[in-house]
């Protein structure tokens, strides 16, 4: 796959080669993990012609073959772990925040969603022995809670400087769903240029819960997040990235909605995201993450605390 071009692939010439570059793909993997659909309208191609070029990506690249589980265990050895700066919480977790895969958190509001961002955004900067990915971060910013001066404080308590740390952070406000998931292809460019191995986006559904109003809107809004989410799941696979997103929750039993205490997003979110980790207010200022859904860990809980210098046991 390394020593393989674009124009390898079966029925890519020159013209093509330019057209999949102009459009983002300018290696293999990008083109074979892709859907259709996307190179079908990026590059101004027909769906059938797309669809033979991501096959063709995928015999180049050698993916999509049978694999031993031998072989599965020697790749996952480049997955890394982030810490999210509690000992418990990155116990409940196997570590920390897997690289490779989707992190939810969801909760009520005042849960400390956004909280978590912060602090995870600070301590990818982080040199890799002190639990870090010593990387830069992108977050998408749909509800405009970034607020640098938390960046600030976390930073003064571990004893790293404020303004280098902010300089590592991209943020990009999301105005609606759209752009939400124009920012992911943003992130995928901004990547080729800056080691990025961590992607946050806060939050996930806010815009598509507002957007797609009501039953009819529903399938639509089912749609466009399952291709959010698959774009966040290529970007964790070609960059290596942890992606933690945030999530809301129903504010009501519905049949729309589900029980008070379920995510938005239905079964769209709960299969592509890896890890789902609910937030919930505890007694005298605690907070509580229940894992309840992750491929190798069981369930659990953890309890934290948030202060003034960011999350703590």
């Known amino acids: 796959m390394v020593n393989k071009t674009l124009e390898d692939i079966p029925g890519v010439g020159p013209a093509i080669a330019e057209k999949l570059r102009e ?65 418990a919480v990155d116990e409940l977790l196997g570590g920390g925040l897997e690289s490779q895969a989707i992190t939810e958190f969801f909760g009520e509001f005042g849960s400390s969603k956004t909280q978590i961002c912060f602090q995870l955004a600070v301590n990818a900067t982080l040199p890799e022995e002190m639990g870090g990915f010593d990387s830069e971060v992108v977050i998408i910013d749909t509800e405009n809670t970034f607020r640098p001066e938390r960046i600030v404080q976390m930073s003064n308590y571990l ?15 999301a105005f609606n769903s759209q752009h939400q998931i124009l920012l992911v292809d943003k992130a995928m460019e901004l990547s080729k240029t800056k080691k990025i191995k961590l ?24 749609q466009m997040l399952n291709r959010h989410m698959h774009d966040l799941l290529s ?21 729309f909605f589900g029980d008070p205490t379920r995510p938005i997003g239905g079964h769209i979110v709960g299969h592509t995201a890896t890890f789902r980790i609910y937030l919930r207010k505890g007694k005298a200022g605690k907070r509580v993450a229940r894992l309840i859904d992750s491929p190798n860990m069981p369930e659990g809980e953890a309890v934290f605390t948030i202060t003034e210098d960011g999350i703590k046991d």
Do not use: W
């Not at 986006?201 to 957007?211: C, G, K, Y």
């Open 23 to 87: 459009a983002g793909y300018d290696d293999l993997m990008a083109i074979a993990v892709a859907s259709p659909a996307d190179v079908a309208e990026k590059c101004e191609i027909g769906d059938k012609k797309a669809a033979d070029i991501i096959e063709g990506a995928k015999v180049c690249a050698d993916i999509g073959n049978f694999e031993t589980g031998e072989d599965i265990l020697e790749r996952r050895k480049s997955v890394t772990k982030l810490t999210t700066g509690s000992k």
């Open 159 to 173: 004893g790293i400087d404020p303004a280098e740390v902010l300089k590592k952070i991209h943020v990009a406000r």
């Open 199 to 222: 992607l946050i986006v806060d939050s996930l559904t806010s815009h598509f819960r507002a957007e797609y109003i009501g039953r009819g809107a529903l399938a639509e809004r089912q």
């Open 235 to 255: 970007f964790a696979t070609l960059n290596n990235a942890a992606i933690a997103v945030t999530n809301q929750v129903s504010s009501k039993p519905d049949a």
